[in-house]
């Protein structure tokens, strides 16, 4: 199984409420990843997890805020997000070893109002 | 920054051959050519990926050139649902997963009846 599945598919909020978006796999994978997709762009890489440690975060607006609870799970919290932020948001996963390959959720639609 | 370059959009006939370029004449003695793909508002789906060797497999054949400085992507009978933008990425073989895919503008392939 190479599944990695997001809840919800589609999501609207306003610019006062929080939400979570979240992203679950089994495949044992111990590296996660959150990325943006804007409209007809590629998608851009937003954090890195590591064996549930941030690794990298590229200069995510505070916001965005990433948790990895356990192994399988990652969640992404929402807080007075920005019309610009509406996108595509994708999570991705990836098994040790130099040539793993890395698996993508089907992402969250998100619209900002 | 994205290390590949493609053309910007192709068009191929049904049942023909779709044959994708990317240049990659940067790449590092340790870094993988990967190739995905995303269908309009899904996640990416991972097509294939190799080192040097040319590679194979139920979706499509990659061929690296012997300088690894280029490959194409071969879908050998393309059909209406292989229109995508087709992404090329080179990766360094890391085994922590901090390395994770980036993204160029890819390929826009229409398959046309």
């Known amino acids: 199984d190479t599944e990695v599945t997001q809840t919800p598919k589609h999501l609207v909020m306003g610019m006062t409420n929080k939400k979570s978006l979240k992203c679950e796999q089994h495949?044992?994978?111990?590296?996660m990843y959150w990325y943006k997709q804007k409209a007809k762009k590629p998608p851009e890489l937003m954090f890195v997890?590591?064996?549930?440690?941030?690794?990298i975060n590229e200069s995510v607006p505070s916001r965005f805020s990433p948790e990895c609870p356990n192994s399988s799970l990652l969640n992404l919290h929402l807080h007075a997000l920005q019309p610009e932020d509406s996108a595509l948001y994708l999570c991705?996963?990836?098994?040790?070893?130099?040539?793993?390959?890395?698996?993508f959720g089907p992402g969250t639609r998100l619209l900002v109002l | 920054d994205a290390k590949t370059t493609q053309p910007t959009s192709m068009d191929c006939a049904e049942g023909r051959a779709a044959n994708l370029p990317c240049n990659h004449s940067?790449?590092?003695?340790?870094?993988?050519v990967y190739w995905y793909r995303q269908i309009h508002s899904q996640g990416p789906q991972y097509i294939i990926h190799?080192?040097?060797n040319n590679e194979t497999n139920e979706m499509a054949s990659l061929i690296i050139t012997e300088d690894r400085k280029s490959s194409t992507l071969i879908l050998p009978h393309a059909t209406l649902r292989d229109t995508a933008v087709y992404y090329c990425?080179?990766?360094?073989?890391?085994?922590?997963?901090?390395?994770?895919?980036?993204f160029g503008k890819g390929t826009r392939l229409s398959v046309i009846a």
């Open positions: 190799g080192l040097k």
């Open positions: 990425i080179v990766r360094v073989a890391d085994l922590s997963g901090n390395t994770p895919l980036v």
């Open positions: 495949m044992g994978h111990r590296a």
């Open positions: 991705a996963s990836r098994g040790a070893g130099g040539r793993e390959t890395q698996y």
């Open positions: 997890y590591s064996y549930e440690k941030l690794s």
């Open positions: 940067t790449i590092s003695g340790n870094e993988y």
